[in-house]
Structure formats: structure tokens, C-alpha cells
């Protein structure tokens, strides 16, 4: 068990850039979440996955925001014509399938700063 | 809807003290409940979790924490506080009956424990 990762662990760009975002949950986890977390606040629902499906998306993630997970492992988080509101700590968690425990897991975070 | 308060922005405690993190829910249906820290540019770490069966649980570190059905808490505690403990501790809760998977956080309470 290696826990969640997440890639890059840090990125800057430039307003209207678009960016990607990497995680790789725990292996096994079927279920995986992505959250927001600004500065001095707690993390934010964004989406979740439960293996290819994604079954929930927050009114937070708005059109430039999209999230796959195609192959049931790994997920992607793109953010298209990034904003400077857009800057903050983005947090992947994964989950065991049901009857695997209610706990998730949470990854290092990917921080963004969009100048 | 649920919902997480976190009524302390900071807790102050002498190492050696027992320290306590307050935090107060509110969901339609029963609640899972959770404790994560977060330390400086770091993900949240998970601490405990209640979700069924004995309102005191213990977890990681030494830390536990007292489930209130009446009084809608679950307040974290260690009875000798550590230098090692000052960080940032998020409550988190999600409703049993939810469709979602989502957690709900609290805005954070940070804790110093000084030498």
C-alpha cells in the first residue's frame, strides 16, 4: 500500500493556461474523490468517481473544470482557461469498495498558483 | 444538507496539557464522522473516525474523541499534549443517508502546543 499520489506536487501558470492535474489512488480503491482547498479554509467537494463513473459533480466545478478517470485507476483534473480565483490545493482521496471501511485517503495535494 | 463547525480558529496548550478541538455537526440522517491533520504543505492525514457502536474511539497518535448524539458532537482530545501536535485538525462528516459520498469539512482549527 503506497498510499495516494499525486502529480505535480506544485504548479504555476499563467492566467488562461490550461492545466492537468495527476492521481493515482491506492490500488483496489475503486471509489475517488477530488476537493479545492484554499488558504486558511477547509477542503471543498469537487467530484467523485466510483471506478470509470463519475456519479457526482459540486456546483464549484464549473465548465473550465473537468475530471476522467478512464480506466477505473488513475483520474485526471484539467482546469481550461485557468483564473486567478482558481488558485488553491487540489486533493485527491481515494476509498475501498463497500464493506472496505468508510475512511478516505488523502493524497499530498496538488498546489496551484495562477499569476 | 450537512454541515461542519469548527468553533475555534486556534487552540493554544501547554506540552504536557490535555488538549481538546471542538467540533459540532448537523446531518438529516445517522453521521460518519471524521478526524484528518493536515501539516504545513502537506495532505490530511486520517486520525479516527466514528460510524457506529462505542461513542469513544481512539485512533492514531494517542488521540480520541467522544461521539454526542444528543449534543450533535464530536470533540477530539488528548490527554497529554505534544510539540509535535501543533498542526491544522479538520472534523469531517458524511450523512449515512446521502446519496453522495462527499465529505463535508469543518473550516480547520489550528493548534499550537508550546514547550
Known amino acids: 500500500d503506497t498510499g495516494v499520489s499525486q502529480n505535480p506536487r506544485h504548479k504555476i501558470t499563467k492566467r488562461g493556461q490550461n492545466v492537468t492535474f495527476r492521481c493515482d489512488p491506492i490500488?483496489?480503491?475503486?471509489?475517488l474523490y477530488w476537493y479545492r482547498q484554499t488558504l486558511g479554509q477547509g477542503p471543498e467537494f469537487l467530484t467523485y468517481f466510483q471506478n470509470e463513473a463519475q456519479l457526482e459533480k459540486s456546483r464549484l466545478l464549473s465548465d473550465r473544470f473537468s475530471a476522467e478517470r478512464p480506466k477505473g485507476s488513475f483520474s485526471t483534473l484539467e482546469i481550461q482557461r485557468t483564473e486567478q480565483g482558481d488558485s488553491a490545493m487540489y486533493l485527491c482521496?481515494?476509498?475501498?469498495?463497500?464493506?472496505?471501511?468508510?475512511?478516505?485517503?488523502f493524497g499530498p495535494g496538488t498546489r496551484l498558483l495562477v499569476l | 444538507a450537512q454541515s461542519v463547525a469548527q468553533p475555534e480558529d486556534q487552540v493554544n496548550v501547554a506540552e504536557g496539557n490535555p488538549l481538546t478541538v471542538k467540533c459540532t455537526y448537523s446531518?438529516?440522517?445517522?453521521?460518519?464522522l471524521f478526524w484528518y491533520v493536515q501539516y504545513p504543505n502537506r495532505g490530511l492525514q486520517f486520525l479516527l473516525k466514528?460510524?457506529?457502536?462505542?461513542?469513544l474511539v481512539k485512533g492514531s497518535y494517542g488521540f480520541e474523541a467522544e461521539f454526542n448524539k444528543s449534543q450533535t458532537s464530536f470533540h477530539l482530545k488528548k490527554p497529554s499534549a505534544l510539540v509535535s501536535d501543533s498542526a491544522l485538525y479538520f472534523c469531517?462528516?458524511?450523512?449515512?443517508?446521502?446519496?453522495?459520498?462527499?465529505?463535508?469539512f469543518g473550516g480547520g482549527t489550528r493548534v499550537l502546543v508550546k514547550p
Open positions: 469531517a462528516v458524511r450523512d449515512e443517508e446521502a446519496a453522495g459520498n462527499k465529505l463535508t
Open positions: 466514528y460510524i457506529t457502536g462505542d461513542n
Open positions: 446531518v438529516s440522517g445517522n453521521p460518519y
Open positions: 482521496a481515494s476509498r475501498s469498495p463497500p464493506g472496505g471501511g468508510e475512511t478516505q485517503y
Open positions: 490500488s483496489e480503491h475503486n471509489r
